[in-house]
Structures are given as C-alpha cells and as structure tokens.
C-alpha cells in the first residue's frame, strides 16, 4: 500500500495505526498491494476489521470515495514535498527495520531532512530532565561525544535540557543526529527551533508520525517516545524525576526488549543525592533490566550493542505489526 492510501484511510475518522495495519496485513494475505483492488463490501465486512465496520460504514467508504480520498492525499503530498516534508510508509523499503519490531509502529513517518539516517541500524538515544544539572549536562554530552565519535547515531526528542544537549553535541561533533516531534514544522518548543534548523544543516533528520498541523497536546509526547525507543539499541536516560517524561521512553525500552542505561550515581560526582533530577535514575538503578555505566564501561557496552544489534535484526525474529 502506498503513502497516499494509508494518508487516505488515515482520513477517515476513527481510523488510526492500527487498522490500517489490520488492512495491510490483509492485503497481504490476499497478494494485494491497493485498496482499490478489492471489493469494498469484502473490506467492510472481514471479521478481522469488524471492530472498525462501523467507522466504515459511517463514513460511507466505497471504491469511489475512496479515489476522491486518494486525489485528495496526493494533493497534500505534493504540498509536503514542496516544503520538504517526505512520508516513508510502513510498507516502503525505506521504513526503518527497527521501528518496525515494536509493537505499535506508525504506518506514516513524516521526515524532514537526511533519509539516509534511516537505513543504518546502530542507534541509542540520549535522553532526560529540561531541567538538568550541570553535572547532568556534562554526562550527557561525554556520553553522546563517545557514542557519536564510535559510529552511532544519537537520537532524542529536541526538548529543552538533556536533549537539546544530545543534539547540540552531535552538531558540534558534525555527526547527524534524530529528532523525534509531536510536528516537523510547527517546532516545540520555540526555543529549539534554531536547533531543529542546525540539525537539518549539518545532516540531520526530524521525524514524527503526525501530519503537520496537529494539535500540539501533552499525551502526543509521551506517545512519540515509543519512536525514539523503537529506533534505537538502548536508551541512555541522563536524569529524571521519578515521574517525569523521559519515564515513558524506559517503560516502552522494557516493552520493546531494548538495552537501558543510566550514569552511576554513586561515582559520577553528585553532591546532594536526593535532587529531583537524580530520584527516577536512583530507581531505575535498582532496576535488574537497568544497568548503571561509567566511562569505564563504554567497551563493554559497545559490546551488548553490537550483540543487541545482532539480536534484532536476525533473520528468526518475529517483526512487528506487519511482517
């Protein structure tokens, strides 16, 4: 299925990733790239879409319909494009291989920037607090100057703090980096909005799975972390509160069976032990699927990364929604 047919689908109220991910799969299992190659009624009523049959019927989809939809997306598409916005289908060769292991992957990823970024495997993202320390600062940016210096592609949400610091280090490094957004045009926060413009300069790629435009809600944050997540190796949270945001990237790196990192808090340096920054990090060391590093643990790192690498792209695994 093409990017304007899902672009299409996605339309229709009520429909979202996962029933077009339910109409991919059942086109393939008919041998069937397009929509319009099939007999609507048959769509409508296959027990596998049965709890969407009402959104079908509701918005009166048929054959018909559906190419004005069509027109209607590659319309939009040509807009996108003039504004340098492309959109990789799940279905494309382009779509990342990772992204398409978690359980939920979107089926459109709008990408402004380096596409080339998204057919290497080797990933981490370096995340955390908008309000971090300054020992925070300089963890995160030796951590990203090692990764970024030994061939890995450092991925992060451009929010303020630890973020924009994995960013800015990797500019400075003239290595590309991955931004993942709640929207590629209408950046947030404003304040980045130099930076996303950096990132695009020196290589760089931003993503998300929302149409330009959206309206920019919190839960819409917390949703994309399964990106940053789905994207890459392990996820390395700098600080974090106990609650705060950064919490839902380690919660999907556990669902999705992805490596967790966090500094060791008893030998980076940190003199007040009980800041806020510090309360998620001292948790989630407790934690047996997290590990706490120092720099004298990058080579053994390096190490689980390759094995992780070679983990999730054999040949045996199950991938995704789709395949």
């Given at each position: 299925?093409?990017?304007?047919?899902?672009?299409?689908?996605?339309?229709?109220?009520?429909?979202?990733?996962?029933?077009?991910s339910?109409?991919?799969?059942?086109?393939?299992?008919?041998?069937?790239n397009?929509?319009?190659?099939?007999?609507f009624?048959?769509?409508?009523?296959?027990?596998?879409?049965?709890?969407?049959?009402?959104k079908?019927?509701?918005s009166?989809?048929?054959?018909?319909?559906?190419?004005?939809?069509i027109?209607?997306?590659?319309?939009?598409?040509?807009?996108?494009?003039?504004?340098?916005?492309?959109?990789?289908?799940?279905?494309?060769?382009?779509?990342?291989?990772?992204?398409?292991?978690?359980?939920?992957?979107?089926?459109l990823?709008?990408?402004?920037?380096n596409?080339?970024?998204?057919?290497?495997?080797?990933?981490i993202?370096?995340?955390?607090?908008?309000?971090?320390?300054?020992?925070?600062?300089?963890?995160?940016?030796?951590?990203?100057?090692?990764?970024?210096?030994?061939?890995?592609?450092?991925?992060?949400?451009l929010?303020?703090?630890?973020?924009?610091?994995?960013?800015?280090?990797?500019?400075?490094?003239?290595?590309?980096?991955?931004?993942?957004?709640?929207?590629?045009?209408?950046?947030h926060?404003?304040?980045?909005?130099?930076?996303?413009?950096?990132?695009?300069?020196?290589?760089?790629?931003?993503?998300?799975?929302?149409?330009?435009?959206?309206t920019?809600?919190?839960?819409?944050?917390?949703k994309?972390?399964r990106?940053?997540?789905?994207?890459?190796?392990?996820?390395?949270?700098?600080?974090?509160?106990?609650?705060?945001?950064?919490?839902?990237?380690?919660?999907?790196?556990?669902k999705?069976?992805?490596?967790?990192?966090?500094?060791?808090?008893?030998?980076?340096g940190?003199?007040?032990?009980?800041?806020?920054?510090?309360?998620?990090?001292?948790?989630?060391?407790?934690?047996?699927?997290?590990?706490?590093?120092?720099?004298?643990?990058?080579?053994?790192?390096?190490?689980?990364?390759?094995?992780?690498?070679?983990?999730?792209?054999?040949?045996?695994?199950?991938?995704?929604?789709?395949?």
């Amino acid at each position: 299925m093409r990017e304007y047919e899902i672009l299409a689908l996605l339309g229709i109220n009520g429909i979202g990733d996962a029933a077009v991910s339910t109409i991919i799969k059942y086109l393939n299992e008919l041998g069937i790239n397009s929509l319009l190659d099939i007999n609507f009624e048959l769509l409508v009523n296959n027990s596998k879409l049965y709890r969407y049959k009402n959104k079908f019927i509701k918005s009166g989809i048929n054959k018909d319909s559906f190419k004005l939809a069509i027109n209607k997306a590659k319309v939009e598409i040509e807009s996108l494009e003039a504004r340098g916005i492309k959109l990789i289908p799940i279905t494309s060769d382009y779509y990342p291989k990772s992204l398409k292991l978690i359980s939920s992957p979107p089926v459109l990823l709008f990408c402004k920037g380096n596409l080339g970024l998204l057919a290497q495997n080797k990933n981490i993202a370096v995340i955390g607090s908008r309000k971090n320390t300054t020992l925070g600062k300089v963890i995160a940016a030796k951590t990203t100057q090692f990764f970024a210096s030994s061939g890995y592609v450092i991925v992060s949400g451009l929010a303020l703090g630890i973020d924009t610091i994995a960013h800015e280090e990797c500019l400075e490094c003239n290595v590309g980096t991955i931004a993942i957004l709640v929207d590629v045009e209408n950046i947030h926060p404003s304040k980045n909005r130099d930076l996303a413009n950096n990132i695009l300069a020196k290589g760089g790629l931003l993503i998300s799975e929302n149409k330009p435009g959206i309206t920019i809600i919190p839960p819409l944050f917390a949703k994309r972390d399964r990106i940053q997540t789905g994207l890459s190796l392990a996820v390395f949270p700098i600080e974090t509160a106990i609650n705060g945001g950064t919490m839902h990237a380690v919660m999907a790196a556990k669902k999705e069976n992805r490596l967790i990192y966090v500094p060791d808090y008893t030998k980076s340096g940190y003199q007040d032990k009980e800041i806020e920054q510090l309360s998620g990090i001292i948790s989630l060391t407790d934690d047996p699927e997290v590990e706490p590093y120092t720099k004298f643990t990058y080579s053994n790192i390096i190490n689980k990364l390759n094995q992780k690498e070679k983990e999730l792209y054999s040949d045996n695994i199950n991938q995704g929604a789709l395949l």
